[in-house]
């Protein structure tokens, strides 16, 4: 069957490594341990929405190295479609490396890879699946001619997350159905300084032109959906402790896209994807602690009684 989500963007390698404090230039720091996960917005967030039961393809570029296979084998027992997968010989896959001290703090490089490789004509491979799905998912870790691409094929419903924040061609921001903007992406797009308050951040992304809708992510402050003028905010779901916020915004964006292909309204569609990323937040690392749908409706469930 063909997939119900295709999701266009980028596939790491992360290694956490754990440090009593993060190195001054020059110094060198013991590590206390390490661990090796698949991230990358792309792979995330088409990882969040198979979770939650969707058909889901993943469209991307990994390196002809052995992180390569990692990705592959990580995202097949995903239940996720990989034939939009492609292998870039002499490319090596995208990685990161963070260094996170015993508070929490972190350093990150990134080092696009393989995915800085993907071009429209990758994105054309699997154009028939593009115009079928219901939603097509796609960030900004790929070229800019991928993106684009992207979206000019796109049959369905298209959601864009521009993170990380640059500017978006106008021709390709009027295509977007549903942009999911955080605070500073939200700013970097409106120009403006970021917005503190959810009045405020209501108030910039309905100044946005192009996109249909703006879902503004606030974190513990919930979210806020701005459409034709009309703003519905969503309270962030209350959490007993909040162990690693890291993939909360690639959750929600990833249930958002669940929500839609079962046909919620985008209200309803955000205030599940809020019930998701709650979840996220209570578990450490990224694709670790997203969860399942089970789990996102016994947590409802909880909340009610
Ligand atoms: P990241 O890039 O770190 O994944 P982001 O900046 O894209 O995050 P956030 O706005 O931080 O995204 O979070 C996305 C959504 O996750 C929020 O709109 C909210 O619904 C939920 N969320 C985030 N933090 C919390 C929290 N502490 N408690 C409950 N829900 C949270």
Redesign the pocket.
């Known amino acids: 069957a063909s997939p119900e989500v295709v999701v266009v963007g980028s596939v790491n390698v992360d290694t956490v490594v754990r440090v009593p404090r993060l190195p001054a230039p020059g110094e060198t720091v013991l590590g206390t341990g390490a661990t090796e996960h698949v991230g990358g917005k792309g792979a995330n967030q088409a990882v969040a929405a198979a979770r939650l039961g969707r058909r889901v393809a993943f469209v991307g570029a990994v390196g002809d190295d052995a992180d390569g296979g990692t990705v592959r084998e990580a995202l097949a027992a995903e239940g996720i479609d990989l034939v939009g997968l492609g292998k870039r010989p002499g490319a090596r896959t995208g990685a990161a490396v963070v260094q996170v001290d015993t508070s929490g703090e972190n350093c990150i490089t990134v080092l696009a890879g393989a995915n800085g490789d993907l071009d429209a004509a990758a994105v054309r491979t699997v154009a028939d699946d593009l115009r079928r799905a219901l939603v097509t998912v796609v960030q900004l870790e790929i070229p800019d001619d991928a993106v684009a691409a992207a979206i000019a094929l796109a049959g369905g419903t298209v959601v864009l997350n521009p993170?990380p924040a640059r500017p978006v061609a106008a021709g390709v921001l009027d295509r977007v159905d549903v942009l999911i903007v955080?605070?500073s992406e939200l700013a970097l797009l409106a120009g403006e300084t970021e917005p503190e308050t959810a009045g405020q951040a209501a108030e910039l992304a309905g100044r946005l032109s192009g996109p249909a809708a703006v879902v503004v992510?606030?974190?513990?402050d919930?979210?806020v959906l701005v459409r034709a003028g009309a703003v519905t905010e969503?309270p962030?779901?209350?959490?007993e402790r909040?162990t690693d916020?890291?993939?909360?915004?690639?959750?929600?964006a990833g249930a958002l896209a669940d929500a839609l292909v079962r046909g919620e309204s985008l209200e309803d569609a955000v205030r599940w994807?809020?019930e998701a990323?709650?979840i996220?937040?209570t578990g450490s690392g990224?694709q670790s602690a997203m969860p399942s749908r089970e789990q996102v409706l016994a947590a409802r469930q909880a909340s009610r009684s």
């Open positions: 993170s955080n605070r992510t606030l974190g513990a919930g979210a969503v962030a779901v209350a959490v909040v916020p890291t993939g909360a915004g690639d959750t929600f994807a809020a990323a709650a996220a937040v990224a």
